[in-house]
């Protein structure tokens, strides 16, 4: 091997690190010491596998816990090109009922320039309230159809149901979401305005 070719192979490597680096770089680090050993392979696996179509933030931001994972992760697995056995779903799912139990928000809506009621339109796209709820016809069916909620509901309700649905109807299904302040509030006047 002369002094060039030398050269050369010692760049395509440096770019192949980078490169390789900048597509994990989305997967944040998630301190799974503590995690049970079939969780701990889950974020081996969705590491790699959950990334492919969309960022990590996605699910990890994604409002489920517990159970509601199971219909998610399932969901992609049949996805096309997903590549994901049964095996590994259930690995995934036993990694994100683990994450979801304490974890943080990863990213803020961002919402600045909107009026609070475009701005908790957008929390409410974003936080996966559709995942459950229909509004003028779209969305899951799971929860409430809220197209009407601000006739029925007034602001202190909703924001003490949003801050925490189990402190008003502690066997509600609904995730706790831990919105903050921020995203609450405004997510507040949006329904408010459904009438
Ligand atoms: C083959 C591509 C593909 C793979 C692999 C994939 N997803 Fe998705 N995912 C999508 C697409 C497309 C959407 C948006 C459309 C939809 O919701 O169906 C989406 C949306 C989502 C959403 C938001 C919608 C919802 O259900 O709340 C979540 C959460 C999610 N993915 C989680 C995951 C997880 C967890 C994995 C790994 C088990 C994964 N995805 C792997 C394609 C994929
Ligand atoms: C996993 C499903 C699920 C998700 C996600 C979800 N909800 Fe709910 N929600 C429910 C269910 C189910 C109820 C009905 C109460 C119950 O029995 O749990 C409910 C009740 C409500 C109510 C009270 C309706 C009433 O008049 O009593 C409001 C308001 C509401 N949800 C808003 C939201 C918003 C806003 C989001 C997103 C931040 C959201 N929900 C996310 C399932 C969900």
Redesign the pocket.
């Known amino acids: 091997m002369n002094k060039h070719t030398f050269l050369i192979t010692i760049l395509i490597v440096c770019l192949l690190i980078s490169i390789n680096s900048y597509a994990q770089s989305d997967i944040p680090s998630v301190d799974i010491s503590n995690y049970p050993i079939e969780a701990k392979e889950g974020y081996k696996i969705f590491s790699q596998k959950c990334v492919k179509c969309h960022s990590a933030a996605k699910p990890l931001n994604a ?2 816990s517990g159970d ?1 994972w199971k219909t998610s992760v399932y969901r992609m697995m049949r996805k096309e090109g997903s590549f994901i056995t049964q095996k590994e779903a259930d690995k995934i799912y036993a990694f994100l009922v683990q994450y979801s139990s304490n974890r943080k928000i990863v990213q803020a809506v961002e919402t600045k320039g909107l009026s609070p009621i475009e701005a908790g339109k957008k929390v ?1 796209q974003q ?3 559709a ?3 229909v509004i003028s016809g779209v969305g899951g069916k ?3 159809d ?1 197209t009407t ?1 601000g006739k ?2 007034d602001r202190e309700f ?1 924001y003490k ?2 801050k925490n ?1 189990q402190a008003v ?1 502690p066997a ?4 706790n ?1 831990n ?1 903050p302040d921020k995203e609450l509030k405004p ?1 507040v006047e949006y ?1 408010v305005s459904l009438r």
């Open positions: 409002p489920y509601a409410y936080r996966g309230c995942a459950c709820h799971v929860g409430t809220l909620i029925t509901r909703l149901w949003l649905p109807k509600s299904i609904m995730p979401l919105l997510l329904l």
